[in-house]
């Protein structure tokens, strides 16, 4: 049977069989597609052809090139991308650089690199694929603020440190030089955008004004 075939009635194929290889192969190839091409210049038809599906299997189960880069993009980040969890060391500059040793490992990633090839290509247009942009960072910041609060807690940052403001200035040299210089990032990178991050989080750059009084 080939991948354009008809499709058995919902429910009737089992966990793991036709149905969840065709959306492997389809989330693969829309990751794919993205990652050379850019959002304004795929299609799903282009999807289609590159997974080996007929396009109406796609149109019946996504409806839209947006929906269905959408639940990629979603589908990556839930299965491949990882952040710390950690109880915590008891050192903030420690789990600060296991951050962004996971998130050096996301923008190496093929789903990263689709996810910020979406939004420099025109992704941002879509409510889908904003929709998981969005979702995806305020995830990382929500696991990102427990190390946080612990920290002021043990007197390692002034209290009203702001998590996000943190999480952003930890990243966003590693995305800027990953993505836009095409710097091969190791993880001796990783560790010198923590130790930054952290040197500047002990001397209060990330207070408010407001907060800080």
Do not use: C, N
Not at 207 to 212: I, Q, T
């Amino acid at each position: 049977m080939t991948a354009h075939e008809t499709t058995p009635a919902p429910g009737t194929t089992r966990p793991g069989g036709r149905t969840a290889r065709v959306r492997e192969a389809v989330f693969d190839a829309a990751l794919e597609e993205v990652a050379l091409l850019g959002f304004d210049d795929i299609s799903v038809e282009s999807i289609a052809a590159r997974a080996g599906v007929h396009k109406t299997t796609v149109y019946r189960r996504w409806g839209s090139k947006d929906q269905l880069l959408g639940e990629a993009l979603k589908d990556a980040a839930d299965s491949r991308i990882g952040l710390t969890d950690s109880a915590g060391s008891g050192d903030v500059a420690d789990e600060l650089r296991l951050v962004a040793r996971a998130v050096l490992a996301t923008v190496r990633s093929r789903a990263g690199a689709a996810a910020v090839r979406t939004l420099l290509s025109g992704g941002q247009s879509s409510a889908e694929v904003r929709t998981f942009i969005d979702g995806f960072f305020d995830e990382r910041i929500a696991q990102v603020a427990p190390l946080v609060r612990r920290a002021v807690e043990r007197g390692q940052l002034p209290p009203g440190t702001d998590p996000v403001v943190l999480f952003k200035q930890l990243v966003g040299p590693l995305y800027y030089r990953h993505f836009i210089m095409a710097d091969p990032l190791t993880e001796a990178d990783a560790d010198l955008a923590a130790a930054a991050a952290t040197a500047a989080a002990a001397a209060g750059t990330f207070v408010p004004r407001s907060a800080g009084g």
